[in-house]
């Protein structure tokens, strides 16, 4: 088993506009940039979800059709985490046991488990906030701040 942490992929240590300087495996598949058909077995949430996203992380190019499992997965968690978190707010986070104590409902942990799983799918996507900051969509470099990279990490300005 190999330990540290899980490699990026390639496209993605592009995106980021390759940060740690490292040499790209040109030879990692690359998929076409075309969003999967929507599983029949989601459940109806899940489809609502999977229409909402799907479109756009197509245009974005961060969704493939080989995602559709890991695509799934994450719009199956959104679904069962939106249920949890609309019963809580009709029903309220804790109920009254039978034998008078204070309890809290499964559905709080139910819903922390679920965001828990989404933002981890949310992350391999780049859907954060913090993991799309590190991504440059193609043709979208900053040509200042190449400017001030070639200054200040290549010698292109005065020593001090």
């Known amino acids: 088993m190999q330990s540290g942490r899980k490699p990026k992929p390639t496209a993605v240590k592009a995106l980021e506009g390759n940060p740690g300087k490292r040499s790209l ?10 969003a999967p058909r929507c ?3 989601l459940e109806g949430e899940a489809k609502k979800e999977w229409k909402r996203m799907a479109g756009q992380m197509e245009k974005l190019g961060i969704l493939t059709e080989i995602d559709m499992a890991a695509f799934a997965g994450y719009c199956q968690a959104y679904a069962r985490w939106k249920e949890a978190e609309e019963f809580i707010t009709q029903h309220g986070t804790i109920v009254k046991t039978p034998s008078g104590y204070w309890q809290q409902v499964p559905q709080v942990s139910i819903a922390q488990t679920y965001l828990k799983i989404m933002n981890r799918f949310c992350e391999q996507f780049g859907l954060t906030p913090s993991s799309r900051s590190r ?6 470099e900053d040509k200042e701040s190449d400017a001030m990279e070639l200054l200040l990490f290549k010698g292109g300005g005065d020593s001090v």
């Open 39 to 41: 599983p029949a077995w």
């Open 25 to 34: 495996n040109t030879g990692e598949p690359k998929p076409e940039k075309k």
């Open 135 to 140: 991504i440059v969509a193609e043709g979208g």
